[in-house]
């Protein structure tokens, strides 16, 4: 059975302070980890598709890299508007369900 | 419209009542999913659909009732619901098939709740 644990579950940020998300997870042969952003209220928001270990992506002030055993999403010099719930999932070669993590809950304070 | 829409936002029923939930997803997608997100825990996957048929019912109660009429409609009927299934309701599409990333993108969701 895939897992998903991401770490820590709240996080909370001055403005320009920067950190790490962490996703650790196991799969049955990973076919792709994926990166989304939740506000409240709202459905998730895709960020980042992570394939290989090696692999990065970059989008404004967030970084997703990937090992095989864990994913870290870095966030540089945050501002408020990056306070957000973002959430880890993965899926394994044998279909296409995703397995999500609980989220970590980032605030970001002026 | 662009991208995955779901009606209605909020929705407030009795034990007793029927509803239904409407999703549609404008990206040409072959897969459709549904979701439930209740507090303090993560996103359980409820439904999936490839090319119009389901492949997965994960241990859904049968008071839920998922019909997809075509690739880019799904609709989840409800009916004599109980408390605990007050939650925001997701539904995601995405391509299915060879070759494919399978990123799954969201619909802002209907907010349920039961009395």
């Known amino acids: 059975e895939d897992q998903v644990t991401q770490s820590p579950e709240a996080l909370r940020l001055q403005e320009g302070e920067s950190s790490s998300l962490n996703c650790s997870y196991t799969v049955s042969g990973l076919r792709g980890l994926f990166w989304y952003r939740q506000d409240p209220g709202k459905g998730p928001e895709f960020l980042f598709t992570?394939?290989?270990a090696g692999e990065e992506k970059e989008k404004e002030r967030l970084k997703a890299t990937l090992t095989k055993k864990e994913s870290f999403l870095h966030i540089t010099a945050p501002k408020p508007e990056d306070s957000a719930t973002y959430l880890c999932?993965?899926?394994?070669?044998?279909?296409?369900?995703?397995?999500f993590g609980g989220g970590t809950r980032l605030m970001v304070k002026p | 419209e662009t991208g995955v829409t779901q009606t209605p936002r909020h929705l407030v029923m009795g034990m007793t009542n029927k509803k239904s939930l409407k999703c549609e997803q404008h990206?040409?997608?072959?897969?459709m999913y549904w979701y439930k997100q209740s507090a303090k825990k993560p996103l359980e996957l409820m439904f999936v659909?490839?090319?119009?048929?389901?492949?997965e019912n994960n241990s859904v109660p049968s008071r839920f009732s998922p019909e997809c009429p075509n690739s880019s409609h799904l609709f989840l009927h409800l009916h004599t619901l109980q408390p605990e299934d007050s939650a925001l309701y997701l539904c995601?599409?995405?391509?299915f098939g060879q070759g494919e990333s399978y990123e799954q993108y969201f619909g802002p969701g209907t907010r349920l709740t039961v009395t």
């Open positions: 990206l040409g997608h072959n897969a």
């Open positions: 659909y490839n090319f119009k048929e389901q492949t």
């Open positions: 992570l394939y290989s």
């Open positions: 995601a599409s995405s391509h």
């Open positions: 999932a993965v899926i394994n070669n044998a279909g296409n369900m995703l397995t």
